[in-house]
């Protein structure tokens, strides 16, 4: 077995790699750009780290592990917290000292970002092609991908299996008998709001604290979400007004297109009947 002796805080950490992943493309190069770039490899290590949590969540959901759940949901969301303040770095920069290199960024977009696709896909959005297509695009959560790509292959994966809320279903069903057809559902299309779920839901927080903590736990994070959509909205519309965005999109009209659009909105709906 190799000794580990030589293991440092340098090398486990692979800093040295790190430092030289940071490489600007404009010319001098414009003071901001290195904070642009950092922000951004920071928010997909960040997405990394949740997809991984989101994984562990979603087996503590289905072996019915309720003190696992609220530990890994509560971790999310403070990673949720996380990303939101990063906005407030990313603001100190003003429209002008952004478009001193925004040129360079060609057709690169935070619409590629692979790993939020794959994060929204694992907490249950199916934007499939077609009709079921994102209707200020045209276009499926994976279409923005390279075709035959692995980054493309593993958001697809993702709408091709359970989504979180199947899992929480699933805790749920566990606790209390939740109906047949949102158990046996096909996972690869879009959950639709269900009375009769909704109805298992009340009855749970009413008898059930344990359960209905994991419920709350669910809601902070889908919450923690919205919050990152709405200052991330902000934030570009800080930034470049109602200009396109670099991948495409409308920017602004895309990115406010996305708010209010729950992914737990069956935890949302209850509210009103309580």
């Not at 199916?126 to 075709?147: C, I």
């Not at 059930?208 to 200052?231: K, S």
């Not at 519309?237 to 109602?242: D, K, Q």
């Not at 729950?262 to 709906?269: E, I, K, T």
Request: hydrophobic residues 40%; proline residues 3%.
């Amino acid at each position: 077995m190799e000794s580990n002796k030589h293991v440092t805080y340098i090398t486990y950490l692979k800093v040295d790699e790190l430092l030289e992943l940071q490489q600007p493309l404009s010319d001098g190069p414009e003071h901001d750009e290195l904070l642009f770039i950092t922000i951004h490899q920071v928010y997909e290590l960040w997405f990394k780290q949740l997809l991984h949590e989101a994984a562990a969540l979603q087996k503590a959901l289905e072996a019915g592990n309720s003190h696992r759940a609220l530990a890994l949901l509560g971790r999310m969301r403070t990673i949720m917290k996380t990303c939101v303040s990063q906005l407030d770095i990313l603001e100190t920069m003003t429209p002008l000292q952004f478009n001193s290199f925004r040129a360079r960024l060609s057709s690169s977009s935070g619409f590629q970002s692979a790993q939020f696709r794959e994060f929204e896909a694992v907490l249950g959005r199916r934007d499939q092609a077609g009709e079921d297509a994102d209707k200020k695009t045209g276009m499926g959560m994976a279409e923005h991908l390279t075709e035959g790509s692995p980054a493309r292959a593993r958001v697809e994966a993702a709408m091709a299996r359970k989504s979180l809320w199947d899992s929480a279903l699933h805790y749920f069903h566990s606790r209390a008998a939740m109906p047949d057809a949102a158990l046996q559902r096909d996972v690869t299309v879009q959950w639709e709001p269900s009375e009769e779920v909704q109805a298992v839901l009340i009855e749970l927080h009413r008898n059930d604290p344990e359960a209905a903590m994991v419920a709350e736990a669910m809601v902070d994070l889908d919450e923690g979400l919205q919050e990152w959509r709405y200052r991330h909205v902000k934030m570009v519309e800080r930034t470049i007004g109602h200009k396109m965005g670099t991948g495409g999109s409308s920017g602004v009209g895309y990115l406010a297109s996305t708010l209010f659009n729950p992914v737990f909105p069956d935890l949302w709906q209850i509210r009103s009947k309580f």
